[in-house]
């Protein structure tokens, strides 16, 4: 049996039987070789970590170290961009013109949302009535704050109303005045009339008032050829404060009689009620008792019923009794309609004062009570 055999050393190839003598020298010889380069790629493996550990050792302390800063760097970006803006002190605007307010905003780094709504007093168009969050709060940069704005007032003077039918003006009253403090719509006085029921016969003020004071609107109201009735509240026990709030949404006309407080009545109060319970016209006459506190020399409130004569008018018109006092403060009383002739008002003032009878805003009369 012969085997060929490449010599890589000689380029070439020979035919060796396979018992031969040559042939057995050269298979040592090959195994020989085969096993020195095993050795030889043992001794590489173990020379390349023994020159690791010579020498490797700070290469892996600078690739650990710098895995560790790229990680640092990449927390620190992470936070910082979390954190998000600066915080900012929200400014009062409140009462600022509108332009002012943006401003300031702005100089915070605040963006305004606008909000418009009408007011109820005259001069406060574009003014900036509420803001959210309030002046003082502390918020990031570039939040939103809602700012209200006024549009002003939806009416600036009384319009006329003669002639129109009731329910459609209280409907338009109602939006326009919903909410307003300065027009006080006062309940409706109704008259005996030929005009057809539920036609508006009368109003005060009169068309083209000016709203830049309190006002209270009266409007008389034709009830047809039918007089208007009412049940007579009962009256006793009330205290004077009291009956004269409850005046001013009643329609009868007054009448007092008044004593000194005996026998365990309540100074102060209303002891009897004429006609209490009675159905009758409106603004038909009913006549209270009332118990007045026993006055000392030293006492310095005052209880008294004023007493006046008004003209007689076509229909209910507004009176109002105001008081003003030594130092010159004054308040109102109360209001009531009215529709002329005997008017008599309970008070309750100090020493000193000087109460005031109008009608229709006209002075009618004035008295220093001691």
């Given amino acids: 049996m012969s085997i060929e055999i490449y010599d890589e050393e000689h380029q070439g190839a020979s035919t060796e039987s396979f018992g031969s003598e040559n042939y057995m020298a050269k298979a040592s010889e090959a195994k020989a070789t085969g096993s020195a380069k095993k050795k030889g790629f043992g001794l590489s493996v173990k020379n390349q970590v023994e020159n690791f550990s010579n020498g490797g050792f ?6 650990i170290l710098a895995f560790i800063a790229v990680v640092v760097s ?5 936070f910082t961009s979390v954190q998000g803006e600066e915080k900012v002190m929200v400014p009062n605007v409140i009462g600022k013109s509108w332009s002012t307010a943006f401003l ?13 709504r009408y007011s109820d007093k005259p001069g406060e168009e574009g003014l900036v009535l509420d803001q959210t969050p309030p002046g003082g709060t502390i918020v990031k940069a570039y939040q939103r704050i809602e700012v209200t704005v006024s549009r002003g007032i939806a009416v600036d003077s009384i319009e006329n109303y003669v002639g129109q039918d009731i329910d ?27 005009s057809k029921a539920g036609t508006i016969l009368s109003q005060y003020p009169a068309e083209g008032t000016i709203i830049s004071d309190p006002i209270k609107l009266f409007l008389i109201v ?8 009412v049940t007579v509240p009962n009256f006793t026990g009330v205290s004077i404060e009291k009956l004269l709030e409850l005046m001013q949404t009643s329609k009868l006309v007054f009448e007092f009689k008044s004593h000194d407080a005996a026998g365990g009545e309540a100074p102060g109060t ?5 006609k209490a319970g009675a159905e009758v016209e409106a603004f038909s006459t009913v006549t209270l008792d009332l118990a007045f506190p026993v006055r000392g020399e030293a006492d310095e409130t005052v209880y008294g019923v004023l007493n006046c004569t008004l003209p007689e008018y076509p229909y209910p018109v507004p009176v109002r009794l105001e008081a003003t006092d030594a130092e010159g403060n004054t308040k109102e009383i109360t209001t009531i309609s009215h529709p002329g002739k005997a008017v008599q008002i309970p008070y309750i003032v100090t020493k000193g004062s000087v109460i005031t009878l109008y009608a229709m805003d006209s002075t ?4 220093t009570v001691n």
């Fill in 58 to 63: 700070p290469l892996l302390i600078t690739i």
């Fill in 74 to 78: 990449c927390l620190a970006v992470f």
């Fill in 104 to 116: 300031e905003m702005q100089a915070k780094e605040l963006y305004p949302k606008l909000y418009l």
């Fill in 168 to 194: 459609a003006v209280q409907t338009r009253l109602q939006t326009l005045f919903s909410g307003n403090t300065l027009v006080d719509v006062r309940p409706v006085v109704y008259q005996k009339s030929s």
């Fill in 222 to 229: 034709s009830n047809g050829n039918e007089a208007e009735k």
């Fill in 270 to 274: 209303v002891t009897a009620t004429d």
């Fill in 364 to 367: 009618v009369t004035q008295q």
